[in-house]
């Protein structure tokens, strides 16, 4: 399946600049760097790095990243922004790592995108040291299941409710948008959390963050159906070592 990704590379590296979409901006960068915050970290893996934004993000606030990508334009784009960074084309489900190689692993918005999620998941957890974290923020599942439809609308264009649809099913849809149009996965929540759990990670945090700014309209409208959900997996220390600790 042609996913879209290099024909749309172009328009996205347009449209995220160096603070990102509004989710970014607003929701998702704040709710992602007051987690980092909590630790310190030696080393980071950003799967699915795209343009290197966020890979950036982490270098300023010194924490020394690798990021991967599988699509060559966004790759080459990161090392262009990054010319001192560590940029590798690769796919998440096959990560060109050393088991235990990182105390920090990131999917920042990248599940939806892969159609063997579980083998991706599977190995972030194979290169993810003993007390590692893995970072994860996702699109929200009830936000996925209306995607193709989008907000249902009276007659003067304002929206009503969202809708929910095939909530328990897992399929892709293309997704359109900017000049951008590639192809989404829909999954329940269920299929997300039962992957980390049998990869054998602890949950330590789950939110659905509120957005922080950009708007009073965007915010209203984001906090009727919110978007993003962000959680936090610890890889458990092997038994004769300490338990990891719920934050």
């Given at each position: 399946?042609?996913n ?17 979409d ?10 992602m ?17 795209g ?11 010194g ?6 990508d ?73 936000s ?19 809708p929910l ?5 897992e ?11 590639i ?20 949950l ?24 993003f ?12 070592g ?6």
């Amino acid at each position: 399946m042609n996913n879209g990704w290099t024909e749309s590379a172009e328009a996205w590296i347009a449209s995220m600049g160096e603070r990102g979409d509004w989710g970014r901006e607003h929701v998702l960068d704040p709710a992602m760097l007051a987690r980092l915050d909590r630790r310190r970290f030696e080393n980071a893996l950003d799967v699915g790095c795209g343009e290197g934004r966020f890979c950036r993000i982490l270098k300023k606030r010194g924490i020394p990243v690798v990021g991967i990508d599988p699509t060559k334009p966004l790759l080459e784009a990161a090392i262009r922004n990054d010319t001192a960074g560590q940029y590798h084309l690769a796919g998440a489900e096959n990560l060109p790592f050393a088991d235990n190689s990182f105390d920090l692993v990131v999917s920042y918005l990248t599940l939806i995108d892969i159609a063997e999620f579980r083998q991706a998941i599977s190995e972030m957890v194979r290169v993810l040291a003993p007390g590692g974290a893995l970072l994860v923020a996702n699109l929200t599942s009830m936000s996925t299941a209306g995607a193709s439809t989008g907000w249902i609308r009276d007659e003067d264009g304002r929206p009503l409710h969202w809708p929910l649809d095939r909530y328990s099913s897992e399929y892709s849809m293309r997704s359109e948008w900017a000049g951008i149009r590639i192809v989404n996965w829909h999954r329940p929540l269920s299929a997300y959390m039962n992957a980390f759990l049998q990869a054998g990670l602890q949950l330590v945090h789950f939110d659905e963050p509120a957005a922080l700014g950009g708007g009073k309209e965007k915010m209203e409208r984001y906090r009727r159906m919110p978007w993003f959900n962000l959680m936090e997996w610890v890889r458990p220390l092997p038994r004769s070592g300490q338990p990891a600790q719920t934050l």
